[in-house]
C-alpha cells in the first residue's frame, strides 16, 4: 500500500509482465513445438533428441552445419569453395526487394555464404567428401554457386577416389538465376555420370523436403540412396499436383515410405541411425574397393 492508502501502481511493460519478469532473458529454445503433433517439448530434450519429436517420431529439418556435426567425425570437416558467393546475372527483383539486397539478408541470418557447404571430411576415421544442403538459405534453391560448389566436390571425389554424400534439402532450381539455375541440373548430372563411369561411390541422403530440380537431377542419381522418416521427396509437391489437376492422389504419395514401397529408394533410416548406416556402407565399399585394386 501507498502512503496515501492507495494500492501502488505496478508498471507493467508492453507485454503485460512486469519488467523485472520480462527482464530476465530465456534461452531461445527453452520449449518447442513439434510442427507436426504440437506436442510440446523441452528444448534441451529436443536437442538432445537430434530434433527428432519423441511423441510422433517427425524429423525436423537440421542447419547444415547441425548435419555436419551429426555424420562426421568431430573437427574432421575442411570446407572447400566457401568463398564462393552468388552474384545476380538478371537483376531479379521480387516484392520490390532486389535478388542481392535478399542474399545480403540470408548471408546475415544463416551465417552461410550460400544455400550449400560443401568438403572433406571423415566419418569413423573413413574419407569422405560431403555436401549438405541448407534449406534455410532460399529454400535450399540450387543456382550457379550451388550447382559449381556440388559439381567441384562431385570432381575432387572423382579425382581422389573418395566416396561422396550428399545430403539434400531444397526446393528446386531458384528462379532468381533463371535459365542458369536450370543449367546445373545437367553440370551436376554429367559430373556424377563421370564419377560413375570411375567407379567411386556416391551416397544420398534424401532430407524433408527434396523437390523440383533437385530432384530430377542428382538427388536421384545415388548408387544408394536414403531418405530420412517422413521426408517430402517429389518433383512436384502432391498438394500442388491435387490443385491443379483437380484430381485426389493415394496417400503418402511424394513421402520417404510411398517411394520406398515402390523401389524409388533404398531405405529410411532414422536419424540417430544415419551415421552407423553410412559407415556400414562405406565400410562394405572400401573392401569392394581394396579387392579391385
Ligand atoms: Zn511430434
Given at each position: 500500500m501507498s502512503e496515501n492508502g492507495k494500492q501502488a501502481e505496478i508498471?507493467?511493460?508492453?507485454?503485460?509482465?512486469?519488467?523485472?519478469?520480462?527482464?530476465?532473458?530465456?534461452?531461445?529454445?527453452?520449449?518447442?513445438?513439434?510442427?507436426?503433433?504440437?506436442?510440446?517439448?523441452?528444448?534441451?530434450?529436443?536437442?538432445?533428441?537430434?530434433?527428432?519429436?519423441?511423441?510422433?517420431?517427425?524429423?525436423?529439418?537440421?542447419?547444415?552445419?547441425?548435419?555436419?556435426?551429426?555424420?562426421?567425425?568431430?573437427?574432421?570437416?575442411?570446407?572447400?569453395?566457401?568463398?564462393?558467393?552468388?552474384?545476380?546475372?538478371?537483376?531479379?527483383?521480387?516484392?520490390?526487394?532486389?535478388?542481392?539486397?535478399?542474399?545480403?539478408?540470408?548471408?546475415?541470418?544463416?551465417?552461410?555464404?550460400?544455400?550449400?557447404?560443401?568438403?572433406?571430411?571423415?566419418i569413423d576415421g573413413l574419407p569422405l567428401m560431403l555436401v549438405v544442403m541448407d534449406f534455410r538459405f532460399l529454400g535450399g534453391s540450387m543456382g550457379a554457386v550451388v550447382g559449381e560448389k556440388i559439381t567441384h566436390a562431385i570432381e575432387i571425389a572423382t579425382r581422389d577416389r573418395i566416396p561422396l554424400l550428399i545430403s539434400t534439402a531444397s526446393g528446386g532450381a531458384r528462379m532468381q538465376e533463371g535459365v542458369i539455375a536450370l543449367m546445373q541440373m545437367a553440370k551436376t548430372s554429367a559430373a556424377l555420370a563421370r564419377m560413375a563411369d570411375a567407379g567411386v561411390p556416391f551416397i544420398v541422403l534424401l532430407t524433408d523436403p527434396t523437390t523440383g530440380g533437385v530432384t530430377a537431377s542428382f538427388a536421384m542419381l545415388g548408387d544408394v540412396t536414403i531418405a530420412e522418416p517422413g521426408a517430402l521427396v517429389a518433383f512436384t509437391g502432391p498438394r500442388v499436383i491435387e490443385q491443379s489437376l483437380h484430381v485426389k492422389l493415394p496417400k503418402d504419395v511424394g513421402y520417404a515410405e510411398f517411394l520406398l514401397a515402390h523401389g524409388m529408394i533404398d531405405s529410411i533410416v532414422h536419424r540417430r541411425d544415419l551415421r552407423a548406416t553410412i559407415v556400414r556402407v562405406l565400410h562394405l565399399y572400401a573392401a569392394a574397393e581394396a579387392v579391385a585394386h
Open positions: 508498471p507493467v511493460s508492453f507485454n503485460g509482465a512486469h519488467p523485472d519478469i520480462a527482464m530476465r532473458s530465456l534461452p531461445d529454445n527453452l520449449a518447442v513445438k513439434c510442427p507436426k503433433c504440437r506436442e510440446l517439448l523441452l528444448g534441451k530434450d529436443w536437442d538432445r533428441n537430434l530434433k527428432v519429436c519423441p511423441r510422433c517420431g517427425h524429423h525436423a529439418q537440421l542447419t547444415a552445419n547441425e548435419r555436419i556435426d551429426l555424420l562426421t567425425d568431430e573437427k574432421t570437416f575442411e570446407e572447400i569453395d566457401g568463398n564462393l558467393v552468388s552474384n545476380d546475372p538478371l537483376k531479379f527483383v521480387s516484392n520490390a526487394q532486389t535478388y542481392s539486397s535478399k542474399l545480403e539478408g540470408l548471408v546475415a541470418s544463416t551465417h552461410l555464404s550460400e544455400g550449400v557447404k560443401a568438403g572433406a571430411a571423415k
